[in-house]
């Protein structure tokens, strides 16, 4: 993005009177460009820096992801009412880069914003200390091999496709081409059980996959 350049922001899956409501949140804030759209625009639209995103699960955790795969430097921040944890780490799971509740002030909205295009995440502690620990417990420990019979490479993309990384980030991660990836992704989806990437990192995440520490 060139200086002077004004930041696009997109927003997807807000009620009309909310979208006028955020709207008049950016009138001050003339460095940012906000628009109405919807998942077909933001996907062509390469121009679109940053979505604002209303959170309605479990569907939403499908689009993000999609978001995810196909626009991988795209910046994602949902918007919605409070949760429980459990949904706000899901959310950061699948591709989320913040999470802002309904009741945030505008001032809060604008520090998110600014927060997630400096590299950030913006979310609760407690929130964030979750995700890190279970990412860590994830990491440390194996993928069963006597139940799903993972081989190395694939416990290797499981990870990675906790981490919330794209194909193309993973094919890098890994030196393999990203086709490659999505033939390992088809293959773990089966031996699961699922029929998406979403519930397979889910599924994951949630320590399904791995030993427990009185099993080793």
Known sequence: MQDGERIKIGLLEFEPL???GLLSIFEAAPQYEVLATDMK???ANKSIDLVLFG???PE???RLARLRAERPSLRLIVVGSLR???TIINAIAVGAKGYVE???TPEQLLQAI???LSGSIWAPRRVLSKFVDRMLHFSAK???RHTSQFTEREQQVLRLLVAARSNREIAETLGIEARTVKAYVKTLMAKVGVDNRVALSLHAASAALVEEEDEA
């Open 18 to 20: 909310r979208v006028a």
């Open 41 to 43: 625009d933001i996907l």
């Open 55 to 57: 959170l309605q699960p």
């Open 60 to 62: 939403s955790f499908e």
């Open 84 to 86: 429980d944890d459990e």
């Open 102 to 104: 309904n009741q945030a």
């Open 114 to 116: 600014e927060v997630v």
């Open 142 to 144: 194996p993928v069963r």
